[in-house]
C-alpha cells in the first residue's frame, strides 16, 4: 500500500472516531413499523403522517396512511382519530368515500381528548348545523388553548349580535386576538395592519357594552391562562413526537 492509500485511510478512521453514530432519520420509520407490530397506537399515527405527506424519504401512499391511521384510531389514540376523521372529511384523496357522520364521529374523540385543531373543526361542523350551544363550547375550549381562530369564533358568538351573546366574554376574546394579530404583525413588519384590523372589529364587539361589562372583561383578561393540552402539544410536535416516541433525538431545526 503505498503512503497516499495509508494516509487516506488513517484520515478516514479518525473521522469515523471523531463523529459518533447517530442513528439516522431514514431509519424513523423501521423503528415505527416495530413498535406498530407490538400494537403502538402512537406509532400508527406517525407512520399515517409519514405516509399521508412524503415525509421521511418515503413516498406518499394515502391507502397506507388510511390504514395506520384506521389502526391507530382503533387503539385509542386521538390524533390518530382526528385524521381518520379528515379522511372522511375530504381528505382520502380517493382512497374512502367522504362522510360527515364519521367526520364528526373520529374529530369529536380528538377533540374531547383536548386536541385544539379537533376542537375548532367541532364547532365549525355544528356551526354549519346551526346548533349554537355546541359550536360556542368547543369554540371556547379551543381558545382556552390558544387558537386565534377559535377565539374569533367565540368573539363572534359572543357579541352583542351573536346567537349566543355575552358582552364580556366578547371583549375578552376580542383582546385575545387583538393580541393575537399584533404578534403576526409584528413578526411580519405590518403592525400597522393589525391595528386597522382591530379598529374595524371593535365596533361590533363593544355594541351595547355596559360598565359592568367592562369590569367584569378586565377580571377575566386578567385571569386567563392559556391551558395547552398534552395532545395539543403532542400534535405541535410533528415528527419530534415520533422521534421522542422512538428515543431519536430531536431534528436539528430547519
Known sequence: MTLRLLMLAAIALLLCAAQPARPDAATLPAQLEALAGQGNAEALYHLGMIYHLGLEGVVRDPRRALDYFRRSAEGGDPLGAYKLGCF?????????????ELALRYKLIAAEAGYDRAQLEVAQIYHGREDADLAV??????ARQGNGGAAFGAMAYRSSDGPRPDRARALL??????????????????PSGAEGA?????????????????????????EWREERSAVTLK????????????????????
Open 88 to 100: 372522511y372529511a375530504g381528505q382520502g384523496e380517493g382512497v374512502v368515500a367522504e362522510d360527515p
Open 235 to 254: 400534535a405541535d410536535l410533528g415528527m419530534n413526537a415520533a422521534r421522542r416516541l422512538v428515543g431519536l433525538p430531536d431534528a436539528a431545526p430547519s
Open 173 to 190: 376574546y376580542f383582546e385575545l386576538v387583538r393580541r393575537d394579530m399584533a404578534e403576526l404583525a409584528a413578526h411580519v413588519g405590518e
Open 198 to 222: 382591530a379598529a374595524m372589529l371593535r365596533p361590533t364587539v363593544e355594541a351595547g357594552v355596559t360598565d359592568a361589562d367592562r369590569v367584569r372583561a378586565t377580571h377575566l383578561i386578567a
Open 137 to 142: 363550547r368547543w369554540l371556547e375550549a379551543a
